[in-house]
């Protein structure tokens, strides 16, 4: 990075709108610091951004609320982060419509509170919704406990705006739900990590507010008797919202862990459970109702009931939401992996996770049961604590989920893990489609280069 290109960097956004030197630190991806940190204000002026970052041979990373940065392999270099915080509008609301375009910066927050004033939302919920952006969201694939109810954001997604790796601004998609043509574009931008372009407006589908929300909480005494319940709510007739699984019950370094534990036991649940169900139903008052009691009855008849409680949503709806990411203190120090398995076998998995974790890691799992994801996490470990050790452990748990047919991605860890443990896996055998669309959309691979599946 060069003082030329610094001032035409600051000729394009601004010179307030570009870090360099200690400013730009804050902004390192896996220790890289980059030499620029540029906000640009418009999708026009991200476009001039990579035209000039591509003459000068030079990788971006964009970037939006930063929370999802951890998520993936070591980068092969850093010269430019992309910040789009300052894309943040909401371009149009249909409310008769039921559709929204906002620009990739808006915060989910921001965007479910706009929304809120029409009685809509938008039923995606990744953790961290104050910092997440609807960019990441899209760019990351990202979801949280509402992926059972509705999916992922791409089942959400009409239309985006990119800016292509050379500085071309393109469209895919279309403001209505009836028009869809180039949607499948708009699924491709989706997941691919920053990797192929970077996204810069985005249109959804939006739902109705739900009027009433409730919740159980199911106390169960290990995962046999975790996967006997979740069977049992599946097989019963009703459509839960989010379908969640935490334990155990003794993660004294997951407050959100603790705080659904002790919902449960203040509620008069069994003070010996290792694990905790939780469901959760959105609709009208009657439907709420109808499905709380429904799924006890089921619980019960099944004898996997024993010590259910109901509970308000908004008392365990943000713990769940917290479960899924470690506090922000030990997030430079702890390890998070993502795994995805068939519903079936994700109580074996949680079970070799957590009989077989190492010594002196403390361990937590969230789990979107219903949909077979779960999220283990490990640390922060005292310095005596063998790095090896847990190495082997991520390693083979990631053995057994691909015995199930399944996958394990390391979400966050520290770099000395990230060095020696692919955070993908091994690519799959449809890994050279990666590939070819890699090259053909970003052939001098300017943006995030390394980051993606196979270094991609």
């Known amino acids: 990075m060069n003082d030329r290109v610094i001032a035409a960097l600051q000729q394009i956004v601004g010179s307030d709108f570009v870090r360099t030197g200690a400013a730009a630190e804050a902004y390192a991806i896996d220790g890289k610091a980059p030499g620029a940190v540029v906000f640009p204000g418009s999708p026009g002026e991200v476009a001039a951004v990579l035209k000039q970052a591509q003459a000068a041979g030079l990788a971006v990373f964009p970037r939006g609320g930063g929370t999802q940065m951890q998520l993936g392999n070591v980068p092969r270099r850093v010269d430019i982060v992309l910040g789009l915080e300052r894309l943040q509008r909401v371009v ?32 995606v919920d990744p953790p961290l919704p104050p910092e997440a952006t609807v960019g990441g969201i899209v760019a990351t694939r990202a979801f949280g406990p509402l992926r059972f109810g509705f999916r992922t954001i791409s089942d959400w997604l009409l239309g985006t705006k990119v800016v292509t790796a050379d500085g071309i601004i393109a469209k895919a998609g279309a403001r209505v739900v009836k028009n869809v043509s180039g949607y499948e574009m708009g699924r491709l931008y989706t997941g691919s990590h920053g990797t192929l372009a970077v996204i810069v407006e985005a249109t959804f589908k939006v739902q109705p507010l739900p009027r009433a929300r409730g919740a159980l909480l199911v106390p169960c005494r290990d995962g046999a008797a975790a996967a006997a319940a979740i069977q049992a709510l599946l097989s019963c007739g009703v459509l839960p919202a989010i379908v969640e699984l935490v334990g155990p019950a003794d993660a004294a370094h997951a407050p959100a862990h603790r705080a659904l534990f002790d919902r449960a036991r203040g509620a008069g649940a069994s003070g010996d459970a290792q694990a905790l169900l939780i469901a959760g139903f959105l609709g009208t008052d009657e439907e709420v109702d109808w499905q709380l009691e429904r799924t006890q009855q089921a619980l019960a008849a099944a004898g996997a009931g024993a010590g259910t409680v109901r509970a308000g949503w908004d008392e365990v709806y943000p713990h769940v939401l917290a479960a899924h990411r470690l506090p922000p203190a030990a997030e430079g120090e702890g390890v998070t992996c993502r795994a995805h398995v068939l519903s079936t076998d994700l109580h074996l998995l949680i079970e070799k996770a957590y009989r077989h974790s190492p010594s002196g890691w403390p361990f937590a799992y969230a789990a979107h049961a219903g949909s077979g994801v779960v999220r283990f996490h490990w640390g922060p470990a005292p310095a005596a604590a063998s790095r090896e050790a847990l190495k082997e452990h991520v390693a083979a748990v990631r053995a057994r989920a691909e015995a199930s047919h399944g996958r394990l991605i390391v979400e966050a860890a520290p770099l000395w893990l990230k060095e020696s443990l692919d955070a993908w896996g091994e690519p799959g055998p449809d890994f050279f489609l990666h590939q070819a669309v890699k090259k053909q959309m970003d052939p001098r691979a300017t943006l995030s280069p390394g980051r993606f599946i196979g270094g991609i």
Do not use: C, F, N
């Open 92 to 123: 149009a609301h249909e409310p008769a419509d039921m559709t929204v375009t906002v620009e990739a910066g808006i915060t989910l927050d921001a965007l479910q509170r706009s929304l809120a004033r029409s009685g809509q939302y938008l039923p």
